[in-house]
């Protein structure tokens, strides 16, 4: 009997060590880890440029208050501005106190001009922002927020596409749409490019403030440093997390200096948010999320996306739509995609859920072709066992 809480439905394995793509069991079984803590360890498990920098970092000095400067920080937030739209950052350590940074940005910005009014945050229904009590009802899930009532206000919801019904929701109450550029949990749902500019040109015109949740599909994974960049697109607030950190407990709200300017002492904080451990990591990740790097997001994307829609024709009754965008992949299956895990996971490829019978696939982001291979060998074995 587990002492833990079973708030999770845990497969009977676990893990011993691990090295670049794969797993090993205790008994020295080996498996190909295509879900990398859920798009966590961006640079494979044990990564020496990552081992180095903890090892060292965690001799001189482990953790200080934010009452105080830390150069580590200082360094990572500088790096991160300079390679992106953002002027300003706030560090948390993980993806929904980062949403939740973000929410609290908004709201703030409008009222330090007065308009405290504008608080409405405007969501695609069943999207994911994390598991906090206004992340949970910022998402419109009736499955997440079922039993955690009362209703968090401020927020409202539109369909994935309904762009005439998110135009008539806004209204003077309205502070930001927030969305994820890519939704990941959803069901790799990737938002086309025409219409993250066309909701970028709506907060425009509306004087409202676009937030793009890249917590999943940020730091390289789609092939680019960030999803957006695909649009051409500036964002006002972007929260971040899982990637840059590599395994690392990190999350980040990036900002532009105009909405940066309302977060004024005493208006957030965290005790534990970018302690030099972290920072010391996520310098180290960043050091690594380089052009040859996002050359190989791209290139083995194109690789595996090919490949998975050769498969898709080759089993027609199998999979449904191949979905993705980098190495955020999506195979959705016609029926529900527990069995089709579990048979991948019996052939040593791990994988992950999503919604919508997707069967989530995410290699670290220096993955191999021999690697990829591999995993379609796996796949087409049990597609061909499912026909
Ligand atoms: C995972 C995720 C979160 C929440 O991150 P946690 O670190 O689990 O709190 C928020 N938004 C998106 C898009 C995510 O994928």
Redesign the pocket.
């Known amino acids: 009997m587990s002492a833990l809480a079973f708030n999770y439905k845990r497969k009977n394995l676990s893990f011993a060590k691990g090295k670049g793509s794969f797993l090993v069991t205790a008994q020295g079984k080996k498996y190909l880890d295509f879900v990398q803590g859920?798009?966590v360890n961006s640079l494979g498990h044990a990564n020496q440029k990552l081992i180095k920098a903890i090892n060292r970092q965690s001799k001189k000095l482990w953790h200080v208050s934010n009452a105080f400067i830390i150069p580590e920080g200082e360094k990572l937030a500088k790096r991160l501005a300079k390679r992106t739209f953002a002027d300003s950052i706030i560090f948390q350590n993980?993806?929904?106190?980062?949403?939740e940074a973000a929410i609290k940005v908004a709201r703030r910005y409008f009222y330090s001009k007065g308009k405290e009014y504008k608080n409405r945050i405007i969501c695609i229904k069943n999207s994911?922002?994390?598991?906090?009590i206004a992340?949970i009802h910022a998402s419109g899930s009736k499955k997440m927020t079922q039993g955690f009532g009362p209703k968090v206000p401020g927020f409202d919801h539109f369909e994935f596409g309904d762009h005439v019904k998110l135009k008539k929701m806004i209204n003077k109450n309205t502070a930001a749409i927030m969305i994820?550029t890519v939704?990941?949990?959803g069901g790799i749902k990737v938002i086309p490019t025409w219409c993250i500019k066309a909701i970028r040109e709506i907060c425009d015109k509306k004087g409202i403030l676009l937030i793009l949740?890249?917590?999943?599909?940020g730091i390289g994974r789609s092939g680019k440093f960030f999803a957006f960049e695909y649009a051409n697109v500036k964002p006002d607030i972007v929260?971040i997390?899982?990637g840059i950190g590599g395994g690392f407990?990190i999350?980040a709200v990036l900002m532009t200096n105009k909405v940066a300017k309302a977060m004024v002492p005493g208006t957030h904080g965290s005790t534990f948010g970018g302690n030099p451990l972290a920072m010391a990591v996520g310098n180290a990740v960043l050091d690594q999320i380089n052009k040859k790097l996002l050359d190989n997001v791209k290139k083995m994307s194109k690789y595996f996306i090919s490949n998975l829609k050769i498969l898709k024709k080759n089993y027609p009754n199998v999979i449904k739509e191949v979905r993705g965008l980098g190495l955020l992949i999506g195979l959705q299956l016609y029926k529900d995609q527990t069995n089709f895990i579990k048979k991948l996971m019996d052939n040593k490829l791990l994988t992950i859920r999503a919604a919508e019978n997707v069967v989530r696939i995410l290699p670290p982001l220096n993955v191999k072709k021999s690697e990829i291979d591999m995993a379609l060998k796996i796949l087409n074995k049990v597609c061909k066992e499912y026909n």
């Open positions: 859920i798009a993980s993806g929904a106190e980062a949403t994911f922002h994390g598991r906090t992340a994820e939704m990941g949990e949740d890249e917590v999943q599909c929260p997390a899982k407990p999350g």
